[in-house]
């Protein structure tokens, strides 16, 4: 069988139809699933430096006693309680974000895995009766479901301290 140049053309262009399209399709979205993993682990890191810079801010206010488990007996002057606050309306803000941010109903493994990290942040402060007693007025003007969220948290934190 003896082909002329275009007929060669021709089976090649099939060729490339049958296999090549297929794998750059595959390609293409290999590639995309990898930059959405990516971006997800890019706002991770974001939150993660944010929550550091804020636990700087917390060693900075050491006489506030927010890396004791328990507040301090000890009574706060109006200043220190005013920093108190305001260190809770960080904290609250961010994670607000962390949860628009990352938090789905029903979420990947490696999304999940981040989440849970941020879950464990947010039980840690639920823990403190201080930081429970402030969470409604906390929560104003915040999103609706993130506040049901760690409110659910809160009450979950409150029942084990009993």
């Not at 293409?28 to 636990?55: G, H, P, T, V």
Request: proline share 3%; charged share 30%.
């Amino acid at each position: 069988m003896d082909w002329s140049p275009l007929e060669w053309l021709e089976a090649l262009s099939y060729l490339v139809t049958v296999i090549g399209l297929p794998f750059a399709i595959a390609a293409f979205l290999w590639e995309q699933r990898k930059e959405r993993q990516n971006e997800e682990e890019e706002i991770y890191q974001r939150l993660s430096d944010e929550y550091a810079e804020f636990l700087k801010t917390v060693l900075q206010h050491a006489d506030l006693g927010l890396m004791r488990p328990q507040p301090s007996a000890v009574a706060l002057t109006d200043e220190q309680k005013e920093r108190l606050q305001i260190m809770f309306e960080l904290l609250v803000a961010i994670f607000e974000r962390a949860y628009l941010l990352v938090y789905e109903d029903h979420m990947k493994r490696q999304t999940q895995r981040l989440w849970m990290s941020w879950e464990d942040y947010m039980r840690d402060w639920c823990r403190r009766a201080d930081f429970r007693e402030r969470l409604p007025q906390l929560l104003e003007g915040e999103d609706r479901d993130f506040g049901a969220h760690i409110t659910r948290i809160a009450a979950e934190e409150a029942a084990k301290a009993r």
